[in-house]
């Protein structure tokens, strides 16, 4: 007999599938899916599973249907991180050491050697492989490539020359997220913490201390008349400093800073923070103001002096009143300055009062802060002594002013902190110059991305906002880097290729991955590639032979059907992509679509290999097999929701496909007649397979493992209870194993290899046809009888339970006609508020009088109960009940032990049997 062992049909299953996957332009349609290759940098953990067990399902199941499937893997290994990562191994940091060999499981003698960068590539690259195929992924593995690999290389060349003869890179001067550590730009994948933070230009308020200045950075300079004071922490060093020669009093964070933004800076003398409290400085605009004490005040946050402004900035009208309510600083009153509509006077007490505020550190803060800057930039005005003009112009006013009269300059800061380098160190803000940029700033360019993406299927289609929001926001991006892995940038060879602008076009080099390699990478012009992608011929092309077959590879695959990734790639990665696309490809070489994912949290807490959070993919294989693995993943969630991992509930995963192979094993070689609810298993086993296809179709795995799995699960066992006594099931049950097995093989393709060989299937079932549903065989009017009679079982069970007394008999009494008229008139009607008056008259059911109007209330109540797909046929025609029941009358008392009785609500004496509706009949029990 054969047991269920999952580890035995993973063995199985790899030796039959080692080349299967290997895909081949065909006569067949194709369809071509691939997701955001890894950067193998650690293990994999059951995050990642999802991200590429979803796309497997995807690709097995348009195999199934007919498609020629092309699913290929390559590996990411462009950028610093890894360069990083050998440095702290080399100097034996304890945090790396820990991730690496405890967390990741890297024997000693390998992690010896990740001293070497590309030693680590290598290692996680096969590991990455050796897992991938563990659970299954149908991928192509011929096609597999690292970005470092020189054929690539000549590829990125290419790429980049198109990009440049368009007008899209180019050299300039710009503020960027900078490691002074690794002396590089960061870009979001270099980044630990603050992988959202972007760079905001400030204006720097020079208020004068004596002969020095005390720099406040400001986005609200027009808000420099409501100035009551200056914050500063007492406990806070801060330095004067010479700042292009003049003195200013910053944080040494800051002077740092500036020395980055093009400044010359000179650090003088040190000055406490508590020897500026109570002094006054000045400022033309606002006159005199005194330094008060605040502990909020971040010396790590631009200047790390504050400007208060207490009418219209709820920290600072906190920060005052709490000083206020110690009885300091009475005298000091907000002085408001922009009238807004729906506040009142002082927009900042009002907006913090109406919340119920009470402490500076309230989490809700910053949201407050928000909608107040958002209300007076959109809608304030300021007050007619402050020369009348609406926010939005006055600001750029009186920051022009300032910039020109008054001493101020530009600062550039993050949006949020901490913004955190791989290497641990802070990230800050510096101007570089000479440094090439991707000019997705250009509006021409944008629209280009824009035109593209209305014609693109995206899933889910909430994305859509996301993608046009990114597009629209995007500003130019520094595209190399000095240090790292990866192509050198083909017009300053001194820099690299920065790791998100070389992994854009690459799922066209998977087309000829496999077949490019036969040409030495010195023969790889920019000319090779322009005719295998765009079919430009030139003279003097090598190798025409081969050319002219990757040129039919690339035409047969590209477009991609569908690319997918996380969620949080849409700001950066998945949009970057559509931008180097529109540049080279023609129209009908564009991406067709994309999903995108939500994110995965284990046991409620996000994922995270650097805060320890995760369950390595390989030790969840190994505990709970691959088919476990992959179907809990795609059944706890929709692929764009985000995911838990709770081991208890994955379990229960593996027992329900415990349960599903042994019933098959089972079931498999009945050979009975069919039974009258043959008819009703066959039914639901059509409405399955057509739920499920149309549920892959739309990429819901969740949905699809509902109705393939649970969905057969259930049916069957009402199937045998319904089997009259002493039968087995018919011969229908051994096309529903076969059903079943295919139906569930995308999701669980170890168990259904094992099973389809069971099943005497013909080949691998990975290629075996998808069922079909056929429309002939659903019969909605069995379907309803049976559905009516396991709710009145429910119904039965449920009263049984209630009144704890061991029956004698029961009675089903049944609705009389005139309320199945009723049923019907307000199931079919379209207004069920004026539907009971329209009932009411009729003079039959005047006569009836409250008994009437009692079961059409009765009636609507139900009818908003009962779900759609039973309301819906109950409204074309009533069941016939009592013919139901007294067909199942044996079936019933098989099942309650007691004699079943079928009568008429109105020949039965009882009272109960008034409350009897259609498809709710009373039930007795005596
Ligand atoms: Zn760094």
Not at 4 to 23: L, M
Not at 376 to 392: C, M, N
Not at 555 to 570: C, E
Not at 635 to 649: I, K, T, V
Request: net charge negative; with cysteine; glycine share 6%.
């Amino acid at each position: 007999m054969s047991e269920f062992d999952p580890g035995r049909f993973e063995e199985e299953a790899q030796e039959k599938w080692e080349h299967a996957f290997e895909s081949n332009p065909s006569d067949l349609e194709k369809y071509y899916l691939n997701v955001a290759f890894p950067y193998p940098s650690g293990a994999m953990h059951v995050g990642h599973g999802r991200t590429y067990i979803v796309p497997d399902v995807v690709a097995r199941f348009w195999r199934m249907r007919g498609k020629q499937v092309l699913y290929p893997m390559a590996f990411h290994v462009t950028g610093a991180p890894v360069i990083g990562i050998s440095k702290r191994i080399a100097r034996k940091d304890p945090k790396t050491i820990h991730l690496y060999r405890d967390l990741y499981k890297v024997p000693q003698n390998v992690l010896d050697e990740f001293v070497d960068p590309l030693t680590i590539v290598n290692h996680f690259a096969r590991e990455y492989q050796r897992v991938m195929t563990a659970c299954g992924l149908s991928i192509d593995w011929r096609r597999r490539f690292i970005t470092i690999d020189p054929t690539y290389s000549r590829f990125i060349e290419w790429q980049w020359k198109h990009l440049y003869e368009a007008g899209h890179v180019i050299k300039g001067v710009h503020p960027v997220r900078y490691c002074t550590v690794d002396d590089n730009p960061v870009g979001d994948h270099d980044l630990l913490e603050g992988d959202k933070a972007e760079v905001i230009k400030f204006t720097l308020v020079m208020f004068r201390y004596g002969t020095a200045f005390i720099p406040t950075a400001t986005l609200r300079p027009e808000t420099i008349h409501g100035v009551t004071n200056l914050w500063a922490s007492p406990d806070v060093t801060y330095v004067k400093a010479l700042v292009d020669g003049k003195a200013w009093i910053i944080s040494r964070e800051a002077a740092e800073k500036l020395e980055l933004q093009d400044h010359t800076v000179e650090i003088k003398e040190e000055i406490s923070g508590s020897d500026l409290i109570d002094k006054t400085v000045s400022h033309p605009l606002c006159g005199e103001v005194p330094i008060l004490p605040a502990n909020f005040v971040d010396p790590d946050m631009a200047s790390g002096m504050v400007m208060s402004v207490p009418a219209h900035a709820p920290f600072d009208y906190i920060a005052l009143r709490d000083l206020q309510q110690q009885g300091k600083y009475t005298q000091i009153k907000p002085i408001p300055l922009i009238k807004v509509e729906g506040y009142g006077e002082v927009p900042a007490q009002d907006a913090v009062e109406r919340a119920g505020i009470t402490n500076q550190m309230d989490t809700r803060m910053e949201a407050l802060t928000q909608e107040i800057y958002s209300a007076e930039f959109s809608k304030g005005k300021l007050f007619p002594e402050y020369g009348g003009k609406p926010v939005r112009v006055a600001r750029d006013d009186v920051a022009a002013l300032m910039n020109e009269k008054y001493d101020s300059v530009v600062m550039y800061e993050f949006d949020v902190r901490p913004v955190v380098c791989r290497c641990g160190n802070k990230v800050k803000v510096k101007i570089l110059h000479d440094q090439w940029f991707l000019k997705y700033s250009d509006p021409e360019w944008k629209k280009e991305v824009s035109d593209h993406l209305q014609d693109m299927a995206l899933v889910p289609p909430e994305v859509r906002v996301e993608f046009d929001r990114t597009v629209d926001w995007l500003k130019d991006w520094a595209c190399t880097r000095r240090v790292g892995l990866g192509t050198r940038f083909p017009w300053d060879t001194t820099q690299l290729i920065e790791p998100l602008s070389d992994s854009t076009v690459y799922m066209a080099y998977y087309t000829i991955a496999h077949k490019i390699r036969e040409i030495e990478p010195k023969y790889l012009t920019p000319e090779v590639f322009d005719y295998i992608f765009l079919g430009k011929k030139s003279p003097d092309l090598p190798e025409r032979k081969k050319l002219d077959v990757m040129r039919q590879e690339f035409l047969y695959w590209y477009p991609y059907n569908f690319r997918f990734s996380a969620k949080d790639l849409i700001s950066n990665h998945l949009t970057f992509q559509l931008f180097h696309h529109v540049t080279i490809f023609p129209k009908d070489k564009l991406p067709l679509g994309m999903v995108v994912f939500g994110m995965g949290l284990l046991n409620g807490a996000k994922m995270s290999s650097s805060k320890g959070n995760v369950f390595l993919l390989e030790d969840a294989v190994n505990e709970f097999g691959a088919d476990t693995v992959r179907m809990f993943l795609m059944g706890s969630a929709e692929p764009w929701q985000d995911f838990d991992w709770r081991n208890e509930l994955v379990i229960s995963t593996k027992k329900q496909i415990e349960r599903f192979y042994n019933t098959v094993i089972d079931a498999k070689d009945a050979r009975g007649e069919p039974h009258d609810i043959d008819r009703w298993l066959v039914s639901r086993l059509q409405e399955h397979i057509e739920r499920t296809t149309t549920a892959l179709e739309n990429f819901q795995t969740r949905q699809a493992l509902q109705e393939s799995s649970f969905g057969i699960e259930v049916d069957l066992k009402w199937y045998r209870r319904r089997l009259p006594e002493g039968c087995d099931g018919s011969r229908e049950l051994a096309t529903l194993c076969s059903v079943w097995t295919r139906l569930l093989a995308p999701f669980i393709p170890f168990t259904a290899e094992h099973l389809w060989h069971e099943l005497a299937g013909e080949g691998l079932v990975s290629f075996a046809p998808w069922p079909v549903a056929d429309r002939s065989l659903v019969n909605a009017r069995i379907e309803l009888a049976e559905e009516l009679l396991s709710r009145t079982v429910e119904d039965i069970e449920s009263i049984k339970k209630l009144i704890q007394l061991t029956p004698k008999s029961i009675t089903i009494s049944l609705a009389p006609e005139w309320k199945h008229e009723i049923f019907t008139t307000i199931a079919r009607s379209t207004d069920r508020n004026t539907v009971i008056k329209e009932i009411m008259k009729d003079d039959a059911m005047k006569k009836r009088g409250r008994e009437a109007t009692d079961a059409a209330k009765q009636c609507t109540t139900l009818i908003h109960r009962l779900p759609p797909h039973i309301v819906g046929p109950l409204a074309q025609e009533p069941v016939n009940e009592r013919l139901v029941f007294e067909s199942a009358q044996a079936f019933l008392e098989k099942e309650f032990g007691v004699p079943v009785h079928i009568t008429g609500a109105e020949t039965s004496g009882h009272a109960k049997a008034a409350m009897a509706l259609p498809f709710k009949p009373a039930i007795i029990i005596e």
